[in-house]
């Protein structure tokens, strides 16, 4: 019998979520709660559509075309996709028969054996990083920072494409000092190739009300100009491409 899949939506022309035009799956379910979350619907592991590997794989592939055009792939995304590596293990493997370049999009916070796996059919992965701070990141999260620093040893033990993503939140995740420690720590992953600088906004606030959950960032601005410039230029210091949507 083939494990299902729930999931929580489709995106069929995605382009921030990894190189190129990008098929993006968002997984239902994570263990984490992030404050700033855009996606808290996609918490519950229970809710979701189901869906057989190789039905989710036939409907990735009706987009190739664009994907080989652009150079881009599927994004599993979420929620937190590697809570169902098993079924994204499977579907990989069809899409491997194809030619498509996989992305992971993850927190890093689960590891087990279909996660080594999967990763061995993974051109990149998306790795955030929510603080580098272990206080800052609990408070941020819900959960401890060692599990995403682990995943970070073995993608550069494995030589494996990682691009790191770090949210800038006034008040929350503008602590200058981690930081710069952060970006220090990168240096040592020839693997990272791009840091990519995302400014927090509240696009998802409405969800956090429609799903009775209180929202602790509602006073919060968005970033600056200023800041995120400040901050593109410390994570620059670590000699990587860098991103940031100034």
């Known amino acids: 019998m ?3 899949g729930r ?16 098929f993006v799956v968002f997984m239902q379910g994570c263990p984490l709660r992030c404050k700033y979350c855009h996606n808290p619907d996609t918490w519950e592991i229970e809710e979701g559509t189901e869906y057989e590997p190789q039905r989710l794989a036939d409907e990735i592939i ?3 075309p664009y994907m080989d055009f652009s150079g881009g792939g599927v994004t599993f995304t979420g929620g937190e996709p590697l809570l169902q590596a098993e079924f994204l293990l499977e579907v990989s493997k069809h899409l491997k028969q194809h030619g498509i370049t996989i992305a992971l999009d993850t927190s890093g916070y689960i590891w087990n054996e279909s996660v080594r796996e999967l990763l061995e059919f993974t051109d990149v992965v998306l790795l955030d990083i929510k603080n580098y701070d272990q206080t800052v990141y609990e408070d941020i999260t819900g959960v401890s920072l060692t599990p995403t620093l682990q995943l970070l040893d073995y993608l550069r033990e494995n030589q494996i494409n990682t691009w790191i993503r770090y949210v800038l939140v006034p008040g929350l995740s503008d602590n200058m000092e981690a930081i710069r ?5 990168l240096e040592l992953y020839p693997n990272v190739t791009r840091i990519e600088l995302l400014g927090f906004h ?9 799903l009775g959950h209180e929202y602790a960032l509602k006073d919060t601005k968005e970033p600056s100009v200023k800041l995120l410039r400040e901050v593109k230029e410390i994570f620059e210091s670590s000699g990587k491409t860098v991103s940031a949507n100034i």
């Not at 999931?7 to 990008?22: Q, Y």
């Not at 420690?181 to 720590?185: A, T």
């Not at 509240?202 to 429609?210: D, L, N, P, V």
Request: hydrophobic share 30%; glycine share 12%.
């Open 2 to 4: 083939s494990i299902l």
């Open 7 to 22: 999931i929580h939506s489709l995106e069929s022309f995605g382009t921030v979520d990894g190189p190129g035009i990008r």
């Open 62 to 64: 009706k987009y190739k």
């Open 181 to 185: 420690r952060l970006s220090k720590h």
């Open 202 to 210: 509240k696009m998802g606030e409405y969800k956090w009300k429609e």
